[in-house]
């Protein structure tokens, strides 16, 4: 007997972007009159508008407070996070010249430090050792804001555990990326530092790392060369959400994210 769900027609895979033409609203672009018509004309074109410091309000347990920055820009404030959406602030983009000023300056954003270090076993070319800079690194930091994100760009498990719990109770967290793994350690460290050994990553889960199976297995087992195409299927957004206290800088709460998209 067949069951009513076999019926059910199959919905079309989505099919990936492979060119700026894909991407764009109408199928009308013009690849002849790209450069004149976007990149020529804005620099001829006055920027204009107009950057203002914000006033940011103290909020009650429950209230929400929403700063529209320009564009698709916005600042979403609780009582304890603070979100921001489509972080843009840039006048150029390459060749492109931003015609309109963002709303607001990026100094005049509530202050967060982001740290980028990456680690040295089994990664080439080897950097400064970032044991040694780190410490220094956030001290200084501290000195203008207590919330501290760290991104630790490494291989080694080992090598971002100690990373990070050389840093315990100096910065608010330490998550580690690279390996395109999510793994299953979220903690908070007893300083109070949030640590996650690997984000994962957002793509294509049905796959080696984002790249089609085939391709990859069959270059492992000849070592011949072999184009690897990105994969389309399983897609999943990783990451982790870090609650902080804003006065402390201490993590309060973290939590793996791992959602389906597709």
């Known amino acids: 007997m067949t069951s009513p769900a076999s019926n059910r027609p ?62 698709a820009s916005f600042l979403i404030q609780f009582t304890d996070l603070n979100v921001l959406v489509d972080p843009n602030f840039a006048n150029w983009l390459f060749l492109l010249k931003r015609i309109k000023r963002a709303g607001l300056k990026i100094r005049d954003l509530p202050p967060i430090a982001v740290m980028n270090v990456q ?79 690997d984000a994962g990553f957002t793509g294509p889960h049905e796959s080696v790392l984002g790249r089609e199976i085939v391709p990859v297995v069959t270059r492992f087992r000849t070592a011949v060369p072999q184009r690897f195409e990105v994969a389309r299927n399983d897609v999943k957004l990783q990451g982790a959400v870090i609650e902080i206290d804003n006065a402390s800088g201490n993590a309060v709460k973290i939590q793996r994210v791992s959602e389906n998209l597709i």
Do not use: C
């Open 10 to 71: 199959v919905p079309p895979r989505r099919r990936i972007p492979r060119s700026f033409k894909d991407l764009t609203p109408s199928k009308h672009f013009n690849p002849r009159t790209f450069f004149q018509e976007l990149v020529w004309k804005g620099w001829f074109t006055p920027r204009h508008g107009e950057s203002r410091r914000p006033v940011f309000p103290r909020l009650k347990r429950g209230q929400v407070a929403i700063t529209w920055i320009g564009h």
């Open 119 to 197: 680690g040295r076993t089994f990664m080439q070319p080897p950097l400064d050792n970032p044991f040694t800079l780190a410490l220094d690194e956030a001290k200084w930091l501290r000195q203008h804001t207590p919330i501290i994100f760290v991104d630790f760009h490494a291989e080694a498990t080992s090598e971002k555990i100690a990373f990070a719990r050389m840093l315990d109770g100096q910065v608010s967290a330490v998550v580690g990326t690279h390996t395109h793994v999510q793994t299953a350690d979220e903690q908070i460290f007893p300083g109070g530092t949030a640590y996650l050994t």
